[in-house]
């Protein structure tokens, strides 16, 4: 079946736009998670949902990130005023809600802040 | 809090040949689950294995295998038969505790397979 998707693959803008990012987990899928991988960071994450339950907001860096998940399926990672440090690749991933199940990933957004 | 540790930044392996990605993780968690991802240079995090730490018996999917020692906290990657397309970056990631989702990665370790 298909996999992840994310749109768009890249993404460059200026300091101060917003931007979103789009993904489209695998269906059946209820679990989904947004990671952000950066040079000097590694794989962070950022927001994880699950179902109709409130989300897991813990890892997002600052009030400038927000994410939605609209009708269980499609989420959109917003973040507003972006800054250079912004500049990473973003990563979504969706699950079963089972206990160690495992993430799979999509191909991910590449966002350039210049 | 969890850490997960690959002290190998890069490796190569000649094609053909068998080669071993380290990792080390820490957890106070009993019941937990251990992953290794492959990220090619199409940015794809894929991946490659899954083990649960209360199953004995080590994982396998077709050339890959790991070596999971529990008592040392050690899950190595054992790769046979070396492709071309095993080239990638490989990241061992953990996720702890009942109910938890966050995974953890480790900083990754660069393979390249050479001809």
């Known amino acids: 079946g298909a996999g992840v998707s994310q749109s768009p693959s890249n993404k460059v803008t200026e300091k101060g736009k917003d931007v979103e990012l789009r993904c489209d987990p695998i269906?059946?899928?209820?679990?989904l998670y947004w990671y952000r991988q950066s040079l000097g960071q590694g794989l962070e994450f950022l927001i994880y949902?699950?179902?109709?339950?409130?989300?897991?907001k813990s890892g997002l860096p600052s009030d400038r990130f927000s994410a939605e998940r609209t009708g269980g399926s499609v989420s959109t990672l917003t973040i507003q005023r972006t800054q250079q440090e912004d500049s990473a690749v973003y990563l979504c991933?969706?699950?079963?809600?089972?206990?160690?199940?495992?993430?799979?990933f999509g191909p991910g957004t590449r966002l350039t802040v210049l | 809090a969890q850490t997960v540790t690959q002290s190998q930044p890069e490796m190569s392996v000649q094609e053909a040949e068998t080669v071993t990605l380290s990792c080390t993780y820490d957890?106070?968690?009993?019941?937990?689950?251990l992953f290794w991802y492959k990220q090619p240079p199409s940015r794809q995090m894929i991946l490659v294995i899954r083990?649960?730490?209360?199953?004995?018996q080590n994982a396998t999917e077709n050339r890959f295998s790991v070596n999971f020692q529990k008592a040392a906290k050690s899950f190595s990657l054992k790769i046979s038969d070396s492709q071309l397309g095993d080239t990638a970056m490989y990241f061992c990631?953990?996720?702890?505790?009942?109910?938890?989702?966050?995974?953890?990665f480790g900083k990754g370790t660069k393979l390249s397979v050479i001809p």
């Open positions: 991933a969706s699950s079963l809600v089972l206990a160690g199940a495992a993430q799979y």
């Open positions: 269906s059946g899928h209820t679990a």
């Open positions: 949902f699950q179902g109709n339950s409130a989300p897991d």
């Open positions: 957890t106070s968690e009993n019941n937990y689950y």
């Open positions: 083990q649960e730490a209360y199953k004995q």
């Open positions: 990631a953990s996720l702890s505790g009942a109910g938890s989702y966050q995974l953890t």
